[in-house]
């Protein structure tokens, strides 16, 4: 089975047609909105999406890892990620489609 990202160009592309904007705009639009939620998701730890979801900042702390091919453990840093949980309304819309 092939696999097809979403790109940010494909929604570049979706903008522009559904509502009518230059894909100019529509990039510019794109930018700014991803430039806007990560600068917040630093700034505030979290951002709520209503009826979409939650994005939260998680605090990883540092563990001894293993490579499966060569079986070498290794330390692995301290680190943050980005979770994302989602609501129950796209679970639902994800699971009945």
């Keep these: 089975m092939l696999k097809k990202n979403f790109t940010k160009k494909n929604l570049t592309t979706k903008i522009h047609k559904n509502l009518g904007f230059s ?24 951002i709520k999406i209503s009826s979409f979801g939650t994005f939260f900042v998680k605090q990883k702390k540092e563990r001894l890892g293993r490579n499966p091919k060569t079986k ?11 979770i994302f949980k989602p609501s129950t309304l796209i679970k639902y819309k994800v699971n009945n489609k």
Excluded at 25 to 44: G, M, P
Excluded at 72 to 82: D, G, L, P
Aim: cysteine-free; charged content about 30%; proline content about 0%.
């Design 72 to 82: 070498i453990e290794s330390k692995i840093s301290a680190r943050k990620v980005v």
């Design 23 to 46: 894909k100019n705009i529509s990039s510019t639009l794109i930018d700014n909105f991803f430039h806007t939620f990560n600068a917040e998701l630093i700034k505030e730890k979290q």
